[in-house]
């Protein structure tokens, strides 16, 4: 594959994410990124990078969906956000990883305790803000939480 440079170190730093609280923002971009790079080129390399970023987010399937409106935490390690909003790209990531599959055709190199887990997560906050939206009265899938220019309204 492509020769990668070594961005271990590098970080978007507290200009962008961090400050909203969401300390993960840089691995959400990264997701998204590697993802779409596997969907695209098919380069084993890119894999390795989606699911070792989609492994950052590491909070149990069962906290995930529907647990989630009780804390309403924009930081939780879930590997699905329960919110969509330009500064939370980690769901782009997730779906692509899902979605690609079609795309590989027979031969699925992806991990299937992570295919599981992030689709269980996937169906969780699809049920979550479909409950949202019927219980408010606008039909806003975020519910309670809305802010100026929220992308998920």
Known sequence: GPEIPD???????????????????????RLWAAAELWATTGD???????????RRFDAPDEACGAALEKALDRDTACRVADQVDWDLPRNLGAIRYLSARAERGADD?????????????????????????????????TGKHTKWGVNGE
């Open 7 to 29: 961005l271990s170190a590098f970080g978007t730093g507290r200009y962008i994410g961090e400050d909203e609280g969401n300390s993960r923002h840089d691995v959400d971009c």
């Open 109 to 141: 190199p992806r991990d299937p305790a992570l295919v599981a887990s992030v689709r269980a997560q996937l169906q969780g906050v699809a049920e979550l803000l479909g409950a949202r939206a019927a219980a408010d009265p606008y039909g806003r899938p």
């Open 44 to 54: 084993a390399h890119f894999l390795t990078a989606a699911e070792a970023a989609l």
